[in-house]
């Protein structure tokens, strides 16, 4: 979902051609598109992306209870996708402080700090009452700032999660102002949202049926059709992970 859907910002223009240059197909739909219209496109995608050139006044709840994975960037929707009560929170920053070495979409960090843009940005992040089972994938000071929630977690309303969610706080973001390791996040937070891997103490004995999967599936924003980029792609995550895993454990059902 993007703010213009026709004359799109430099933000979105920018994110779209990265997301293509993975091997993905996007389509964009307005956030002030009808109910129906989201309905198809949401139906037709892997992932939804909630750009933050959208406004949650024009998105409404129309896409709060898809069952797809989702990423959020949206100020206002931080409360409708269940990571917290509080959208209005900020933080100032250009670096995750600490982030978590389990969970998918960081665990090549090691829990290490990791710098996503080159200079710092205010973003919102999750505030007031957090869901029970939020993920904090990556924080500011102890700030919980990227955060997820699995299928079935519970939402900071005691409901669960409909689908896979993540908050990525790069809403105020330009491609221009992601470092590397910025638009590795954002990659591997499009590929957790679309199933790849866990949330947190994953092990690769479970990735990689999850991964093959989501191989046959799309990937990237409302309406994204994947290709074979993609499986290429999660099938050399998948065999990675596995091999890791085995040369750890050396269990025989590993061979």
């Not at 389509?27 to 198809?40: E, F, K, L, P, R």
């Not at 990556?138 to 955060?147: A, H, I």
């Not at 519970?154 to 790069?170: E, V």
Request: charged content about 15%; overall charge negative.
């Amino acid at each position: 979902m993007v703010g213009d859907a026709v004359t799109l910002s430099s933000k979105d223009v920018g994110y779209k051609a990265l997301i293509e240059s993975w091997g993905h197909t996007v389509t964009v739909i307005d956030d002030g598109d009808s109910q129906a219209n989201y309905d198809t496109a949401m139906a037709a995608a892997d992932v939804v992306y909630a750009s933050g050139s959208a406004l949650g006044a024009n998105m409404l709840d129309k896409a709060t209870n898809t069952t797809k994975g989702l990423v959020n960037e949206v100020v206002g929707k931080i409360d409708n996708f269940g990571f917290s009560s509080v959208t209005s929170s900020t933080v100032n920053t250009d670096t995750f402080s600490a982030t978590d070495a389990t969970h998918y979409i960081t665990e090549s960090f090691g829990g290490n700090p990791v710098t996503v843009f080159t200079s710092s940005l205010t973003n919102p992040v999750p505030g007031g009452t957090l869901a029970p089972d939020l993920q904090n994938v990556g924080e500011v000071s102890g700030t919980p700032s990227l955060v997820t929630l699995d299928t079935g977690a519970t939402r900071y309303d005691s409901n669960p999660s409909p689908g896979r969610r993540a908050h990525l706080p790069f809403t105020s973001a330009e491609t221009t102002d992601m470092t590397a390791d910025g638009k590795i996040i954002l990659q591997r937070t499009l590929e957790w949202a679309a199933g790849a891997g866990g949330g947190g103490s994953a092990h690769a004995q479970r990735l990689y049926p999850r991964f093959c999967r989501a191989a046959q599936q799309p990937v990237a924003g409302a309406g994204a059709r994947g290709s074979q980029a993609w499986l290429r792609q999660y099938s050399r995550f998948a065999v990675a992970a596995l091999a890791r895993r085995c040369s750890h454990s050396g269990s025989d059902s590993c061979r």
